[in-house]
């Protein structure tokens, strides 16, 4: 889905690149559907970053003290037959392509992120008075950056949620309302991002109850399969 979203490579794209860094021992094991870390990978973990000197200035904030064992990193629980991918301490050299190196960097720096601290926000609610019509805006202020450091130099991270400048509590003042006029747009069209997500949900539109509920926790086809669905059908037309 990153990988669509970010640079417009196909599913299987994505799974041919990530298969090759796998096969030069980059990354573990790419055909996975969980985002956790199996526990006894936790003593590792210090000497991957460690070997990871492109990301060093990134990576040295962690090392000033011991690598935290957050539950939501770390929880055998969660894991079925292989862990999250990640980086391992063999580090791409020269002869990886533009494209791997890109994957590559996706993997690696959402493997960084996670050892970061929590991003804090400040939550913002504005209510107004236009005659005796209320209108209300909610945005948010960012008080600590935390783990969105790692994605600051990254030009395509669009901000989930809106900005909205300070305020204080209580704070009243004049304003001039303007109204907007313009159209809305039918839904997008799907990219395969947002199809891999849909096929990972599938079964929410449903109206059928009973159907629903049965396909709540499938989907269709699971992470190492989806791509190649997906090029079925381009094939099929």
Request: hydrophobic residues 30%; glycine residues 4%.
């Amino acid at each position: 889905v990153e990988a669509n979203k970010k640079y417009g490579f196909s599913a299987e794209q994505t799974l041919n690149l990530v298969q090759s860094l796998y096969e030069k021992k980059n990354v573990t094991y790419p055909r996975v559907d969980t985002t956790y870390l199996s526990e006894s990978l936790y003593p590792k973990i210090e000497g991957i970053l460690r070997k990871m000197s492109f990301y060093q200035t990134l990576i040295a904030p962690l090392l000033t003290q011991p690598i935290p064992k957050s539950k939501s990193v770390f929880d055998d629980s969660k894991i079925t037959d292989h862990h999250a991918i990640i980086p391992t301490e063999i580090i791409p050299n020269t002869n990886i392509s533009k494209e791997e190196k890109q994957v590559y960097d996706l993997i690696a720096r959402r493997f960084i992120a996670v050892f970061y601290p929590e991003c804090k926000i400040s939550n913002t609610s504005v209510e107004a008075k236009v005659g005796d019509i209320p209108f209300k805006t909610n945005g948010k202020q960012i008080l600590e950056l935390g783990w969105r450091e790692v994605y600051m130099k990254d030009k395509n991270e669009k901000q989930e949620e809106q900005e909205i400048p300070k305020f204080e509590i209580g704070e009243k003042g004049e304003h001039k309302p303007f109204v907007h006029s313009g159209k809305t747009t039918p839904p997008k069209h799907y990219t395969e991002a947002t199809l891999l997500r849909a096929m990972e949900t599938a079964g929410r539109q449903i109206e059928d109850e009973e159907l629903r509920e049965t396909l709540k926790n499938n989907g269709i086809g699971r992470p190492s399969t989806r791509a190649n669905i997906i090029e079925t059908l381009f094939k099929r037309k």
